[in-house]
């Protein structure tokens, strides 16, 4: 049961007071360049609820890059183009390996353990770029939307950071290229890939785009239906067991909630019924997940009672 605190707004600030003395902890990411730019002391925290209340405290509305968080959105948008024939090209278990990891994709002949590594993402990238005449601005369309604000924007600094830093990306999809599973040319899977990570939204606009997965699919606010509530189910399956990367099982413990991250230091996570947490923090552990971010999700979890597995 979900404990109904009225004083919600003055939780999320005693949280952020009590992550105030580990701001020392971790590492901004900075094998993408432009990431390690981002002052490591920012942090914030938004919940938006699925009947329409957005608390938040901190650096809630400042943008930062959503990085791995955007893997979730290439998801919903290739499940809505191509249907269960994505399952053919993408597997759903857990990799047990970093988010970035090559080793796992020879041995299982091209085909990513799931979505939400890179390889995953890559091969959802793929899907897009072949499937939309423009999947960028399909992808930039759709966040709009779904944040219901137009000036949510693809910071180029980022972009142009990533694509000048990204061969191990390049190496996945080669490699997956050269088992027969990507159908574009590479420099256009990566493009479209380095532009989903580079969009810049803040904890109020990321935690309101994802209601529609606290929804059964469909989007609280305009009542539109965002996805089926078959493939809600399974995107919050596999946000449970890969969204946190190597650290899932960890979160699944403690927390208990479908999440995922990005290495800009966002982490979000779905509350079913109920609504979307998303709180940021640049430094990482070494799973790429935000410290300070995965602190104040367990820490507002724990204090409403907000466990799938209660
Ligand atoms: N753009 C990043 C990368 O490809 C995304 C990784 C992440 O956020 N975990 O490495």
Redesign the pocket.
């Known amino acids: 049961m979900i404990k109904d605190i009225s004083n919600l707004q003055a939780k999320l600030e005693e949280l952020l007071i009590t992550q105030q003395n580990l701001k020392t902890q971790g590492h901004v990411a900075d094998?993408?360049p432009a990431l390690a730019e981002v002052s490591p002391t920012l942090m914030g925290i938004s919940v938006a609820t699925v009947d329409g209340k957005v608390f938040g405290a901190g650096d809630d509305k400042i943008p930062f890059s959503i990085?791995?968080i955007s893997k979730i959105f290439g998801l919903v948008m290739a499940m809505n183009r191509i249907g269960d024939d994505l399952w053919q090209r993408v597997n759903m278990e857990p990799s047990g390996q970093p988010?970035?990891s090559i080793i796992q994709l020879e041995w299982e002949k091209g085909i990513p353990r799931n979505p939400v590594i890179?390889a995953g993402a890559l091969l959802i990238a793929d899907v897009l770029a072949s499937h939309f005449s423009a999947s960028k601005l399909a992808f930039l369309s759709f966040m709009r939307s779904l944040s219901g604000d137009n000036n949510i924007y693809i910071d180029n600094h980022v972009y142009q950071s990533?694509l000048s830093h990204g061969s191990r990306?390049a190496a996945l999809a080669y490699l997956m290229k050269s088992f027969g599973n990507i159908e574009a040319e590479i420099p256009d899977v990566l493009s479209h890939?380095?532009t989903q990570?580079s969009i810049s939204m803040n904890c109020q606009q990321l935690a309101t785009s994802l209601l529609f997965l606290a929804n059964k699919g469909i989007d609280p606010r305009t009542k539109n239906s965002i996805c089926t509530p078959r493939d809600t189910h399974r995107v919050n399956a596999i946000l449970s067991t890969s969204g946190m990367y190597d650290q899932s099982g960890e979160f699944a413990f403690s927390v208990g909630l479908p999440a995922k991250?990005?290495?800009?230091g966002g982490v979000v996570a779905v509350v079913p019924n109920y609504g979307v947490i998303c709180a940021w923090s640049p430094p990482l552990n070494k799973y790429?997940n935000s410290i300070i971010g995965t602190n104040l999700v367990l820490g507002i979890a724990e204090e409403l009672g907000l466990s799938i597995y209660h």
């Open positions: 094998y993408i990085q791995s988010f970035n890179n990533e990306n890939y380095f990570c991250s990005g290495v800009g790429g």
